[in-house]
């Protein structure tokens, strides 16, 4: 295992590619944190608004960097045709997915970590400025605030499982633009049906299934009676659909030719 690790790990930090696509993970998870924030300003009377959540809303579209970098470790092999000598060199399949799910999953949680540092400490710094102070009931995002520390730290795992459902579709599809299509789908079109089906009761179960919808209720801080799914059971179904999908993955890696 030792050695698997040791070569997945050396071909996935040797594409320059997939450094760029780390640092565009968090510079477009910081910058539209930035914007979120700085387009919220405390109102007296409006509704109370979740400053973590709404700091970490940057986190959305970072995935979708994530999500390409961990189908490239996959399907990036599949097209060069270096996979036949990854099997060769290596020929117990699950061994190797193995490996890939451990250097990505390590990638993801790194780059997870930075960016959603980056966007606290946006919301840190700009918030107090649009009205969001102690004096009207909101304090300073801190991770010693035992909730935004259980928040911050399960954004993090949420990029991971992400980084994981996207390796095994790419394992059992082979395809990078087929893959990175499937898992992108299956992230955003579970939020956008359930804004659009009329029947509450549907709309309610969707954004319970839905693998994006259910994992960032880990996110949330207040109110969290009206999450449809609460915040770790939510992270639970991302976990579920990520194990799915390693399985599926590893079931046709190991009956198919490569």
């Not at 040797?14 to 924030?37: D, E, K, P, Q, R």
């Not at 991770?143 to 579709?169: E, F, K, Q």
């Given at each position: 295992m030792s050695s698997?690790?040791?070569?997945?790990?050396?071909?996935?930090?040797?594409?320059?590619?997939?450094?760029?696509?780390?640092?565009?993970?968090?510079?477009?998870?910081?910058?539209?944190?930035?914007?979120?924030?700085?387009?919220?300003?405390?109102?007296?009377?409006?509704?109370?608004?979740?400053?973590?959540?709404?700091?970490?809303?940057?986190?959305?579209?970072a995935q979708a960097l994530i999500v390409i970098l961990a189908v490239h470790a996959m399907c990036g092999e599949y097209s060069s045709g270096m996979i036949r000598i990854t099997l060769t060199a290596l020929p117990r399949r699950l061994t190797v997915l193995a490996a890939k799910a451990a250097t990505v999953c390590l990638v993801a949680l790194f780059a997870g970590a930075i960016a959603v540092l980056g966007c606290l400490l946006v919301g840190r710094l700009v918030l107090p400025s649009h009205g969001f102070t102690s004096v009207h009931g909101y304090a300073l995002l801190s991770?010693?605030?035992?909730?935004?520390?259980?928040?911050?730290?399960?954004?993090?795992?949420?990029?991971?499982?992400?980084?994981?459902?996207?390796?095994?579709?790419a394992a059992a599809v082979r395809d990078s633009a087929a893959a990175v299509g499937l898992v992108l789908g299956l992230l955003y079109c579970f939020p956008i049906v359930a804004a659009l089906v009329g029947d509450p009761r549907w709309q309610h179960r969707l954004e319970r299934l839905g693998p994006m919808t259910a994992g960032l209720s880990v996110q949330a801080t207040t109110d969290l009676r009206s999450l449809p799914i609460g915040p770790w059971t939510g992270l639970g179904v991302l976990a579920a659909w990520a194990g799915a999908a390693l399985l599926l993955g590893g079931l046709l890696l190991i009956v198919r030719d490569a």
């Open positions: 698997a690790l040791h070569a997945e790990w050396t071909k996935l930090r040797s594409v320059a590619g997939n450094a760029w696509l780390m640092i565009g993970a968090i510079a477009h998870a910081v910058a539209l944190s930035g914007v979120a924030v700085a387009a919220e300003h405390y109102s007296p009377g409006g509704s109370p608004v979740d400053i973590t959540r709404l700091s970490l809303v940057g986190i959305d579209l991770l010693a605030h035992t909730p935004t520390l259980r928040a911050a730290v399960g954004t993090v795992l949420y990029l991971a499982l992400i980084a994981l459902l996207s390796l095994g579709i």
